[in-house]
Structures are given as structure tokens and as C-alpha cells.
């Protein structure tokens, strides 16, 4: 019987297991960490072997293949070993995608693929289609394919995932930029990281859509240098040749083989230039899937965000707070500040993944009076912004954090937590610094 070993038993891991277990195969979960009682309980409910907190390389090393959680880089020395007795190596999608028929529209991206992936799924399920959430967001999308009977998948691929996928095919791809990420997964070279994005089209035949933004500097590049059968609907605020989404006179435009039509940008449900692009990227998938046009009219006037990502918390003596706390990168900082109509107060701070703060910095001058700095080591922060004459104050919990900004802000200012960073500093993840910066500021 073919034996397969699940390291991670998180959403992925859990979810991989259950459906490895309904094909009949024999299957281990390992995780080096603990593992949740809620996922524990599913494991117990289908029978299925697992061991937390160590990794038996016995059992490990005894596998056909092998599922990897998206968080275990392949630097790991557990990976390399594994890799070194040439035992296949996949990702959870790959995994599902071999026992599933149903439609994919996958979307990555450096920023915006939360907003757009739920956007798009919003369009799909408002239309009446039978369409599951997975990936980055929602349920694992092989637990989905194990227990549902889907006939559509909208699913958020980081570029972890993509990593580990060979032959799965997206019938619709869609890539909305690509800027430095996760830099130190990918040994501090972009090209790595640009790489694993453009695995998104890998697969892709003359019946699939390939849906980008044209304004990309390095997904141009990479198109001179790959051949993508699929059909071309490019994205982008001015028409250029065979721009498929495009913004005209205030009106974001959808001109497609499948439909034609316009929406006042006023009627965005999400507000800013990245949600322009956001919901064209899904305004255009949804086209594909030929959903008339005045459901994708009314689901993007009626969308509520998505939580952590430029959510609006209280107004505290007519100071806004705003919780970015999704923004793990710089340039999804750039786009929270860019939105921004009043003088910041900008929190910054967590684990640094390489990041190149330039970036930033002339909107930083021209829009952020103070900075406060929230992480265990703030030094790299204090060298880069201490030369910009701004107000700096250095934290070390979410609570000093939150009040300093407070203090520091003047009546009509925006309080912005858009961090730059991972949260693995001080936090479980980016939901967490999100929630606690949610409660300090309730608690002002």
C-alpha cells in the first residue's frame, strides 16, 4: 500500500490527511510542533496515525511520497533528507488537485491576493455557482475536495504552495504583482521568488486564462522569457494594446470575449488604487466564468473586506485607527499609505524578511508626522527612518504601542497599523497582532 507522510498538522496537513485517507492510502502526520485539539479530534474521527512534537525518521523515511506544510522551508534538515533518499516532495494542492474535476481560479500575488481572492469567490457564490474557498483563506482546499462536492474552487496560492506544485493546472491564473517578499525563504534572491509566482501559469493550456496586471515591471520580464498558451487578459489603469480591464473617465471598464462592461469607481465597495486593481482582477475571473455582468456589478458595490487588511476600527476622540496588520511586506505598506487622506501615525515593526524600506520612504515624508516602532529588535528601523526627522518612539508590546501612537496623534489624524514585517516577534501571526491591536485600541 502506498504510504503517505504529512509533515505539518495544521489546515493543510489535517486536510491532506483526510482525503489521502479516503483514497485508501496509509498515512502519517508528523508535526515537529504541537498540534490543535480541533485538528486532533479530526485525525481521531478518521482513524489516522500522528505524532506531534518530534519527527520519527523511521516512519518519515518509509513514505511514497511526501505532503509538506507550506511554513517548513526546504533548508530544513529534515527536507533535505528526505530529498537526499529522493522521496517526491508536493504541496497540499497538488495533492487535491489530482482528485478533483472542478473549475480553479487561483490567485497570487506579493499584495491584494486576500481581498481579490474573497472578492472573487463573493462574485461567484452571490451568482448562485456551487464554489469553495481554499488555499491561503477558507478550508484546506483537499479537506474540501475529500467532504464537498464542488464544481468551482477560488483558492489564494502563496508562493510557498506554488513551490511544491508540479502538475496541478489553474483554468484561470491570476497574478497581480510581484514585488520583494519572503526574500528570506528564497536565499535573498528576487529572481527565486519571481520564479515560484510564475509557477501559477506552469500547466496552463490554449482553453485557459492567464488574468495579470500590465503594469509589472517584473511580470513583463518574465513574459519575454516564458511561453504561456493560455489567453492573455492583462489588467491595467490605461488601455494599452489588449488591455482587458482598464479605468476611463472614472469607470473601471471590463472588455472581454465574455462581456462588456463599466462601473463607477465611486461604487467600489473597497476604496483606494489597489482595490481598483483588486476588483478588476476579479471582475475579469468572473467574466471567464461568464457571470452576467450585473451580478459582478452589484457584488463589487456590495463587498465588505476583508478583516486585518485596511480595516477601519474606532474613531477615538476623532483620531481613526486603521488595522493593516495583514501588510507583512513594504509594498503593502506603500498601498496603505497611499490610500491615506489624513496625517498617520504609522506603526511599524516584527520580524524583518529582508525588507528594503526605500520603498516607502517618500510617502512616509510626505504623510507620517511620528513612527513607532514595535518589535523585540527595532534597531534596522531606527537606523533607516532616524534620518528622515520624524518623531520615532521604539516598543515592545502591542498596549505601549497602541497608547504612544494615541498620544502622539492630533485630532483628524489616522492612527495606521501597517507593519512591514511578519508578526513572529511578538505574535502567533499577523490575525493575532491584528485582534490585540483591535482590543488596545477598544480599551483606550
Same mark, same amino acid.
Given at each position: 500500500?502506498?504510504?503517505?507522510?504529512?509533515?505539518?498538522?495544521?489546515?493543510?496537513?489535517?486536510?491532506?490527511?483526510?482525503?489521502?485517507?479516503?483514497?485508501?492510502?496509509?498515512?502519517?502526520?508528523?508535526?515537529?510542533?504541537?498540534?490543535?485539539?480541533?485538528?486532533?479530534?479530526?485525525?481521531?474521527?478518521?482513524?489516522?496515525?500522528?505524532?506531534?512534537?518530534?519527527?520519527?525518521?523511521?516512519?518519515?523515511?518509509?513514505?511514497?511520497?511526501?505532503?509538506?506544510?507550506?511554513?517548513?522551508?526546504?533548508?530544513?534538515?529534515?527536507?533535505?533528507?528526505?530529498?537526499?533518499?529522493?522521496?517526491?516532495?508536493?504541496?497540499?494542492?497538488?495533492?487535491?488537485?489530482?482528485?478533483?474535476?472542478?473549475?480553479?481560479?487561483?490567485?497570487?500575488?506579493?499584495?491584494?491576493k486576500t481581498t481579490t481572492t474573497m472578492l472573487t469567490?463573493?462574485?461567484?457564490?452571490?451568482?448562485?455557482?456551487?464554489?469553495?474557498?481554499?488555499?491561503?483563506?477558507?478550508?484546506?482546499?483537499?479537506?474540501?475536495?475529500?467532504?464537498?462536492?464542488?464544481?468551482?474552487?477560488?483558492?489564494?496560492?502563496?508562493?510557498?504552495?506554488?513551490?511544491?506544485?508540479?502538475?496541478?493546472?489553474?483554468?484561470?491564473?491570476?497574478?497581480?504583482?510581484?514585488?520583494?517578499?519572503?526574500?528570506?525563504?528564497?536565499?535573498?534572491?528576487?529572481?527565486?521568488?519571481?520564479?515560484?509566482?510564475?509557477?501559477?501559469?506552469?500547466?496552463?493550456?490554449?482553453?485557459?486564462?492567464?488574468?495579470?496586471?500590465?503594469?509589472?515591471?517584473?511580470?513583463?520580464?518574465?513574459?519575454?522569457?516564458?511561453?504561456?498558451?493560455?489567453?492573455?487578459?492583462?489588467?491595467?489603469?490605461?488601455?494599452?494594446?489588449?488591455?482587458?480591464?482598464?479605468?476611463d473617465k472614472n469607470n473601471l471598464i471590463i472588455n472581454?470575449?465574455?462581456? $462588456?462592461?463599466?462601473?463607477?469607481?465611486?461604487?467600489?465597495?473597497?476604496?483606494?488604487?489597489?482595490?481598483?486593481?483588486?476588483?478588476?482582477?476579479?471582475?475579469?475571473?468572473?467574466?471567464?466564468?461568464?457571470?452576467?455582468?450585473?451580478?459582478?456589478?452589484?457584488?463589487?458595490? $456590495?463587498?465588505?473586506?476583508?478583516?486585518?487588511?485596511?480595516?477601519?476600527?474606532?474613531?477615538?476622540?476623532?483620531?481613526?485607527?486603521?488595522?493593516?496588520?495583514?501588510?507583512?511586506?513594504?509594498?503593502?505598506?506603500?498601498?496603505?499609505?497611499?490610500?491615506?487622506?489624513?496625517?498617520?501615525?504609522?506603526?511599524?515593526?516584527?520580524?524583518?524578511?529582508?525588507?528594503?524600506?526605500?520603498?516607502?520612504?517618500?510617502?512616509?515624508?510626505?504623510?507620517?508626522?511620528?513612527?513607532?516602532?514595535?518589535?523585540?529588535?527595532?534597531?534596522?528601523?531606527?537606523?533607516?527612518?532616524?534620518?528622515?526627522?520624524?518623531?520615532?518612539?521604539?516598543?515592545?508590546?502591542?498596549?505601549?504601542?497602541?497608547?504612544?501612537?494615541?498620544?502622539?496623534?492630533?485630532?483628524?489624524?489616522?492612527?495606521?497599523?501597517?507593519?512591514?514585517?511578519?508578526?513572529?516577534?511578538?505574535?502567533?501571526?499577523?490575525?493575532?497582532?491584528?485582534?490585540?491591536?483591535?482590543?488596545?485600541?477598544?480599551?483606550?
Amino acid at each position: 500500500m502506498k504510504k503517505i507522510v504529512i509533515l505539518g498538522g495544521g489546515e493543510s496537513g489535517v486536510g491532506a490527511a483526510v482525503l489521502a485517507k479516503k483514497q485508501g492510502f496509509d498515512v502519517f502526520v508528523s508535526d515537529a510542533s504541537g498540534i490543535k485539539q480541533k485538528y486532533r479530534e479530526v485525525l481521531q474521527k478518521y482513524a489516522i496515525r500522528w505524532e506531534e512534537g518530534t519527527h520519527t525518521y523511521s516512519e518519515i523515511m518509509d513514505a511514497t511520497e511526501v505532503i509538506k506544510s507550506p511554513g517548513i522551508p526546504d533548508k530544513a534538515p529534515l527536507i533535505k533528507e528526505i530529498k537526499a533518499r529522493h522521496i517526491p516532495i508536493i504541496s497540499e494542492i497538488e495533492f487535491a488537485g489530482r482528485y478533483t474535476k472542478a473549475k480553479t481560479i487561483c490567485i497570487t500575488g506579493s499584495n491584494g491576493k486576500t481581498t481579490t481572492t474573497m472578492l472573487t469567490y463573493h462574485i461567484l457564490q452571490q451568482a448562485g455557482l456551487n464554489v469553495g474557498l481554499a488555499g491561503n483563506v477558507g478550508k484546506s482546499f483537499a479537506l474540501q475536495v475529500a467532504e464537498n462536492q464542488f464544481d468551482y474552487y477560488v483558492i489564494e496560492l502563496s508562493s510557498f504552495q506554488l513551490d511544491n506544485m508540479y502538475t496541478f493546472r489553474a483554468d484561470v491564473a491570476v497574478l497581480l504583482n510581484i514585488t520583494p517578499d519572503h526574500l528570506d525563504r528564497y536565499d535573498y534572491n528576487f529572481q527565486n521568488y519571481v520564479n515560484a509566482k510564475m509557477r501559477i501559469t506552469q500547466n496552463q493550456t490554449e482553453n485557459d486564462v492567464f488574468i495579470y496586471w500590465q503594469d509589472d515591471p517584473s511580470i513583463n520580464q518574465e513574459l519575454t522569457k516564458h511561453t504561456i498558451k493560455a489567453k492573455l487578459y492583462p489588467f491595467s489603469m490605461k488601455k494599452k494594446d489588449n488591455t482587458k480591464s482598464f479605468v476611463d473617465k472614472n469607470n473601471l471598464i471590463i472588455n472581454t470575449e465574455e462581456t $462588456d462592461m463599466s462601473i463607477n469607481i465611486d461604487n467600489l465597495a473597497i476604496k483606494g488604487t489597489h482595490n481598483v486593481y483588486n476588483s478588476m482582477a476579479a471582475a475579469l475571473s468572473a467574466s471567464v466564468m461568464n457571470i452576467k455582468k450585473e451580478q459582478i456589478r452589484n457584488s463589487l458595490a $456590495d463587498f465588505e473586506g476583508v478583516e486585518h487588511r485596511l480595516e477601519p476600527v474606532a474613531k477615538v476622540r476623532n483620531v481613526m485607527f486603521i488595522n493593516d496588520s495583514k501588510a507583512t511586506n513594504v509594498n503593502s505598506c506603500w498601498y496603505a499609505l497611499e490610500s491615506m487622506k489624513t496625517p498617520v501615525v504609522l506603526i511599524l515593526g516584527g520580524t524583518d524578511k529582508g525588507n528594503d524600506y526605500n520603498e516607502i520612504k517618500s510617502l512616509v515624508e510626505q504623510k507620517v508626522h511620528t513612527l513607532v516602532f514595535l518589535g523585540i529588535d527595532n534597531s534596522k528601523l531606527e537606523a533607516f527612518f532616524g534620518k528622515l526627522n520624524k518623531k520615532i518612539i521604539s516598543t515592545s508590546s502591542m498596549d505601549d504601542a497602541v497608547k504612544a501612537a494615541y498620544l502622539a496623534a492630533n485630532k483628524g489624524d489616522s492612527v495606521l497599523l501597517s507593519p512591514c514585517c511578519a508578526s513572529f516577534d511578538l505574535f502567533t501571526n499577523y490575525e493575532d497582532r491584528g485582534t490585540q491591536f483591535k482590543n488596545c485600541v477598544k480599551n483606550l
